[in-house]
């Protein structure tokens, strides 16, 4: 008797219990182990908060935003107006942005590449086509091997607009993740690829300088705090309405300190 009534009292208490507090994140691939790493850090110390967090690139984060089913969208490149003019449509309300890191988007180059740096300029006429030859910007007589990301990444309509300014050129390998274009990269010394500053590893970085005469830079903590880095870009989360609840205390834990100083462990730049 005395086991059977434990048994219901703790049957009782279970029902009692407060059921986690659960939040959806989805969006931008560059962002994923940022994301997941916050989540990873956060839970530890709020178990009863249950984070699940998918990528599938900016596109595919703000489209699940606008259909309800995702609670932050992460975002690599600004909302289109298109979006904006959706979420009005369906929430009556224009969302809440909110910058959470900063990202220096990194020319990836074989080891073996000599070139050293390469110009706005020249990046646009590599990818839109009109350079083809790597001899042409101090390299080895080699035709280039363009990669970069698919059309529903951030990165990808990013890099089009600021750097590209026209169509990719049609021979260009479009790859699901920066990390799969970094591995291409890595093993094709006539490549070339571009991606966020977290996966840049085992590939040798390009410096990027405004124009011909402008000095060149790597992506680091100082240019891109100045913004002498060319291709610098905020992070964004995304929401529909001003956070409450758990997801606001989340917000707030990721722009904190503690929050922001895994945005340098993981690779990125903080926002404050």
């Not at 280039?144 to 309509?157: A, D, K, W």
């Amino acid at each position: 008797m005395k086991m059977a009534a434990l048994a219901m009292i703790a049957i009782i208490g279970m029902a009692f219990m407060p059921a986690p507090k659960k939040i959806t994140v989805k969006g931008s691939d560059t962002m994923v182990i940022l994301a997941q790493k916050w989540a990873e850090v956060y839970m530890k110390s709020h178990p009863e908060t249950v984070i699940q967090v998918t990528g599938g690139g900016s596109g595919t984060g703000i489209a699940a935003l606008i259909n309800g089913s995702t609670d932050i969208c992460n975002s690599s490149r600004p909302m289109k107006a298109s979006e904006v003019d959706k979420l009005k449509q369906r929430y009556n309300s224009p969302g809440v942005e909110i910058p959470c890191a900063q990202d220096g988007i990194t020319i990836f180059l074989n080891e073996t590449n000599p070139v050293q740096e390469l110009s706005l300029k020249q990046l646009s006429d590599i990818y839109t086509g009109r350079i083809k030859n790597w001899k042409q910007v101090g390299g080895p007589d080699a035709l280039i091997r363009l990669y970069g990301r698919e059309n529903s990444s951030g990165t990808y309509q990013f890099f089009q607009e600021k750097v590209v300014k026209g169509d990719y050129a049609s021979g260009t390998n479009t790859l699901p993740g920066t990390a799969a274009v970094v591995n291409a990269v890595k093993k094709d010394k006539y490549g070339i690829g571009y991606g966020g500053a977290a996966y840049a590893t085992g590939v040798k970085h390009c410096k990027v300088k405004k124009d011909a005469n402008s000095p060149a830079y790597l992506p680091t903590a100082a240019t891109i705090k100045s913004r002498q880095y060319p291709i610098t870009r905020y992070l964004y989360m995304y929401m529909t309405n001003r956070p409450t609840g758990a997801v606001k205390q989340y917000i707030d834990w990721i722009l904190s300190p503690e929050g922001q100083k895994y945005v340098t462990e993981i690779g990125y730049f903080p926002v404050k």
